[in-house]
């Protein structure tokens, strides 16, 4: 399955942006879906994730409260709906998929990647 990731932007602190996956050549019905994000100049860090058998989700403790991962997979599309957002959370943000039904936090568990999208929290 081939990902897109899309949404990103330039947002002032408090504010809100959804960010979406699209995938094509293949469904995310039957996959696992997660978000990770690279801080300027840091490594790769996880997000949420969304286990496809249960719709289970799994939060970074950073993100917990303010970020919500779903999936509509009559679209074949995953979301990341980040609310409340704070500097810190400017990254390039990468969506990933596993045929696994996981939520694991491990970046070599996921197999396939979409490019990323840039987004910005400043005033």
């Known amino acids: 399955v081939q990902l897109q990731a899309s949404g990103g932007g330039l947002v002032q602190p408090g504010g809100s942006l959804r960010l979406s996956c699209t995938a094509s050549?293949?469904?995310?019905?039957?996959?696992?879906v997660a978000w990770f994000r690279q801080p300027p100049g840091e490594e790769r860090r996880f997000v949420a994730a969304?286990?496809?058998?249960?719709?289970?989700?799994n939060y970074a403790d950073s993100v917990k409260g303010r970020f919500t991962i779903s999936r509509d997979n009559a679209n074949n599309i995953a979301y990341l709906q980040m609310d409340n957002l704070k500097p810190e959370d400017t990254a390039v943000y990468y969506c990933?998929?596993?045929?696994?039904?996981?939520?694991?936090?491990?970046?070599?568990?996921?197999?396939?990647w979409g490019q990323g999208t840039l987004v910005t929290v400043s005033s």
């Open positions: 969304m286990r496809w058998r249960n719709s289970d989700a």
């Open positions: 050549g293949g469904s995310l019905s039957r996959s696992s």
């Open positions: 990933a998929a596993s045929i696994s039904s996981t939520t694991t936090p491990l970046t070599h568990a996921w197999r396939s």
